[in-house]
């Protein structure tokens, strides 16, 4: 492979995608001397197929606001890669939502699902569409008008979009309900994310913080040490937020900081289950404020304005909200404090320079693509248990996704072994996501 020239046409090609070519760069830096030991996959092109999605679809989604007022939306689905399965991967519902943003989500989503090992292909949708300030019917009017299109693209067997940022059980309730009637059918497995009661799995809301969270007590129990008293700084404070507050506070550990777009709150004796609780109400008033956790609980939240969850000292760093969330500066001001992990579980929520400094530093790090694996790993499981009409307890999902996170830990380590005895974990989880796609790829022909 030359990675140099691939990047150079991809550049050129896709000018302005900086998002996508930096997920891209990443990858490849990663599998380049394993994937150069291997001339067949040279001789398939399977890198230069890899990176250009299968198609795209792009639509205007045009609704009607609470004035009254028509609004135009722009919509999108990714199908990136089906080596492995029906196109899988969240719709994303927020202002900045481009190509770039969908095209680094889905190619990501690509080795994420790989990783999993259940039968899922790689991709990614949804829209500019801004949620903060909606109300209920204008978010139900934008999701009937966004299924309008997408609904000809999806289904159990072709494309099963889920949430991702801006859409959770409430919009794929209202997709749902749009794709049913329009579909005429009763394909729960067409989306995932879906409520208990009518094709929701359990456990689907707490899976991607409760993965990140398994995940992290393998790195934690790697090195000798406990999660018992560990000071967690989460950011965001949305569904994967909250999924690992729980999880680490059920571990003994203490979340001390989550964040929003309006600052940070310090939670200085660790997150209770009131304050866990209000995450969720936090997160349905749209409001999209973390200032409102300071609010009603005064004497255990304190509220700063402008600040990021990495200005809190802390052992381990989980950035939960969105993609280049941690900068180099961040990572120093952490690795300064103190900090002992730091696990992704947003979609690339490090900069490159940040995943430098950290280790550089000899602080063991995650990639976003092995943490949080757990949540489309669950929306595998909800499909099978669409596919078999049936519904697993809480505890049987759990034990499924504890042995899939324990099983993606392994593969990490498996790939990502260094030789100074280290574990390279960025490198482990990529190298093997790529291997199952593109022994997949290859064994499928040249289409
Ligand atoms: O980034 C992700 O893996 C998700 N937003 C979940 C995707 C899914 O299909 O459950």
Redesign the pocket.
Known sequence: MNLKKIMADLEAKHPGESEYLQAVQEVLESIEDVYNKHPEFEKAKIVERLVEPDRIFTFRVTWVNDKGEVCTNLGYRVQFNAALGAY???LRFHKAVNVSMLKFLGFE?IF?NSLTNLPLGGGKGGSDFDPVGKSDEEIMRFCQAFMYELWRNIGPDQDSP???VGVGGREIGYLYGAYKKLAREHSTGAL??KSYGWGGSLIRPEATGFGAIYYVERMVKEQKDTMKGKKIALSGFGNVAWGAAIKATELGAKVVAISGPDGVCEIKNGITKDMIDYMLEMRASNRNKVEDMATKFPKLAKFTAGKKAWSVKCDIACPCAFQNEMDEKDAKELIKNGVKYVAEVS?MGCQPKAIAAIQKAKIPFAPGKAV?AG??AT?GLEICQNAGHINWTAEEVDVKLHKIMNDIYDMCVEYGKQKDGSINYVKGANIAGFMRVAKAMLAQGII
């Open positions: 899988k991967g969240g989503q994420k889920a949430g991702d995932t994310g979609n949080n949540g489309v929306s």
